[in-house]
T-cell receptor, first 112, second 117 residues
Framework: QKEVEQNSGPLSVPEGAIASLNCTYS??????FFWYRQYSGKSPELIMF????GDKEDGRFTAQLNKASQYVSLLIRDSQPSDSATYLC????????????FGAGTRLFVKA | EAEVAQSPRYKITEKSQAVAFWCDPI?????LYWYRQILGQGPELLVQ????????DSQLPKDRFSAERLKGVDSTLKIQPAELGDSAMYLC???????????????FGPGTRLTVL
C-alpha cells in the first residue's frame, strides 16, 4: 500500500466549475498536510497547508482534512485554464517523523 | 521575495561520469532537503539536513550519491558514477524549522534536470 495515494487523472473540468482533488494517507499519526501545484517542467509550488480537522479556505482554494478517515482534499472554485497542472498531496509526521511523503499527483485539465 | 537557488538548471552527462548540483536555501532556513523526482511520480526525499547535520538519508544511494552542507548554508549533491536510471529532476527545498510535531512549509528551488546518456 502506497503511503500517500492520489488518483493520477487526468481530471477534466470546464472553466468556472469546481475541481475536487482527493488524497488518502496510510500513517494515522500524520500531523501536517500540504497541497502543491506543479506545472509541467517546473518545481512544486505551495498552495495550502492544513493541520487540523475541518476546512481551511484561501481565495479560490479550500483544503479539507478528515484525520479519522485519513483523507485530505483540495477544492478549486471557479477553475481557470491557468489552474491546469499536477497537484501533489504531501504528508508529514507520524511514524515517518520529519520525513515528508509526496503522492504521485493528480493531473488537472481545465477546459476553456 | 526570497527564493531557493539551484544550479545548473540542466545537465547532460554520459554514464559513469561525475555530476554535482548546488543549492542555496532561503536565508535563515535551517532545514534543507534534496529530492529526486522521476517523470510521473512525486518527489522522493534523498537527504534532509538540519543546519549542517544529516537528519535523514535513508533513501540516498550511498554507493554513488553524496551530499554535504558544510557550513549549514548552501549544499552540494554529487553523483559518481552517474547511471542511466539517475535521469530525473533533482529538487532542493528549504524550510525555516522542523520539530517533532509539525514540519514547517517547504519552499522549492527551480530544480536541476539531469539527463544521463
Amino acid at each position: 500500500q502506497k503511503e500517500v495515494e492520489q488518483n493520477s487523472g487526468p481530471l477534466s473540468v470546464p472553466e468556472g466549475a469546481i475541481a475536487s482533488l482527493n488524497c488518502t494517507y496510510s500513517d494515522r499519526g500524520s500531523q501536517s498536510f500540504f497541497w502543491y501545484r506543479q506545472y509541467s517542467g517546473k518545481s512544486p509550488e505551495l498552495i495550502m497547508f492544513i493541520y487540523s480537522n475541518g476546512d481551511k479556505e484561501d481565495g479560490r482554494f479550500t483544503a479539507q482534512l478528515n484525520k479519522a478517515s485519513q483523507y485530505v482534499s483540495l477544492l478549486i472554485r471557479d477553475s481557470q485554464p491557468s489552474d491546469s497542472a499536477t497537484y501533489l498531496c504531501a504528508v508529514n509526521g507520524g511514524t515517518g517523523g520529519f520525513k515528508t511523503i509526496f503522492g504521485a499527483g493528480t493531473r488537472l485539465f481545465v477546459k476553456a | 521575495e526570497a527564493e531557493v537557488a539551484q544550479s545548473p538548471r540542466y545537465k547532460i552527462t554520459e554514464k559513469s561520469q561525475a555530476v554535482a548540483f548546488w543549492c542555496d536555501p532561503i536565508s535563515g532556513h535551517a532545514t534543507l532537503y534534496w529530492y529526486r523526482q522521476i517523470l510521473g511520480q512525486g518527489p522522493e526525499l534523498l537527504v534532509q539536513f538540519q543546519d549542517e547535520s544529516v537528519v535523514d538519508d535513508s533513501q540516498l544511494p550511498k554507493d554513488r550519491f553524496s551530499a554535504e552542507r558544510l557550513k549549514g548554508v548552501d549544499s552540494t549533491l554529487k553523483i559518481q558514477p552517474a547511471e542511466l536510471g539517475d535521469s530525473a529532476m533533482y529538487l532542493c527545498a528549504s524550510s525555516a524549522q522542523s520539530d517533532s510535531l509539525r514540519t514547517d512549509t517547504q519552499y522549492f528551488g527551480p530544480g536541476t534536470r539531469l539527463t544521463v546518456l
